[in-house]
């Protein structure tokens, strides 16, 4: 009856043993997080974000060939965007890692043999009369599988971890990729600026050489004196300095 009794408490203890390592290795022991709450206007809830995905591609807007010839061989070529491309694909193959420690690990083999038989060996019946074959196959198969209980929540925490690392390393390119097109634009756009103010300086000079030749004439006429021609020349001159200073 003793015996009995302790077969029993064997196999008690040996199904809570196993229930308690099935349920801690569905739990993890890593502090939970909870998202604060946060009191947020009413109208921020409900904003209507469209239909239409975010073109992220604003350059495109201006319809300028030229601009977007200039933001597309930026991209193509900064160095710093080949640098977070490089770390995507790095942060990408380390959430796979992760991802595998997840899952089982399955390893196979297979093999085959093949075997011949010769009829010249003593006592050898001839095949044709056996009924045997002279060649013999043997094929051999395996399949085995392992899988490491995640008691304390390592495998998942480093996953989630690392697919985090993942998110931000993503947002980062994004945000180098939008700065990258705006600087550019925004050197364009300065450049278009600086043509349109030396266009401007020189349309001026244009004008005031106009005006001092008719300055000039009405001079020597004696209808104005030296001071207003004077006056009209260094008009002149200051805007071929703006224009000189335009084109440096």
């Known amino acids: 009856m003793s015996s009995i009794s302790n077969a029993g408490r064997l196999r008690l203890t040996g199904a809570v043993f196993a229930l308690s390592v099935f349920m801690l290795s569905a739990c993890?022991?890593?502090?939970?997080?909870?998202?604060?709450?946060?009191?947020?206007?009413?109208?921020?809830?409900?904003?209507?974000?469209?239909?239409?995905?975010?073109?992220?591609?604003?350059?495109?807007?201006?319809?300028?060939?030229?601009?977007?010839?200039?933001?597309?061989?930026?991209?193509?070529?900064?160095?710093?965007?080949?640098?977070?491309?490089?770390?995507?694909?790095?942060?990408?193959?380390?959430?796979?890692?992760?991802?595998?420690?997840?899952?089982?690990?399955?390893s196979g083999s297979a093999s085959s043999m093949a075997q011949g038989a010769s009829e010249k060996t003593p006592n050898t019946i001839p095949f044709d009369k056996s009924g045997l074959s002279r060649t013999t196959s043997t094929n051999q198969a395996a399949l085995s599988a392992s899988w490491e209980l995640d008691l304390w929540g390592k495998n998942r925490n480093s996953y989630t971890m690392l697919s985090d690392v993942l998110m931000s390393t993503v947002i980062g390119h994004e945000g180098l990729r939008l700065s990258v097109a705006g600087q550019t634009a925004q050197s364009y756009f300065a450049l278009l600026a600086l043509d349109m103010q030396l266009d401007t300086a020189r349309r001026t000079l244009k004008t005031r050489e106009d005006a001092f030749s008719i300055y000039s004439s009405r001079y020597k006429q004696g209808d104005i004196t030296e001071l207003d021609w004077q006056r009209a020349r260094a008009e002149v001159e200051i805007a071929r300095a703006q224009v000189h200073t335009s084109t440096v």
């Open 28 to 106: 993890s022991l890593a502090p939970r997080y909870e998202r604060p709450e946060m009191d947020m206007p009413a109208q921020w809830r409900t904003v209507d974000m469209g239909a239409a995905p975010l073109n992220t591609d604003w350059w495109n807007r201006f319809n300028d060939p030229v601009l977007t010839a200039l933001v597309d061989e930026a991209l193509k070529n900064n160095q710093d965007i080949a640098e977070s491309l490089a770390k995507i694909d790095s942060a990408a193959s380390q959430v796979g890692i992760a991802t595998a420690n997840l899952l089982p690990s399955v």
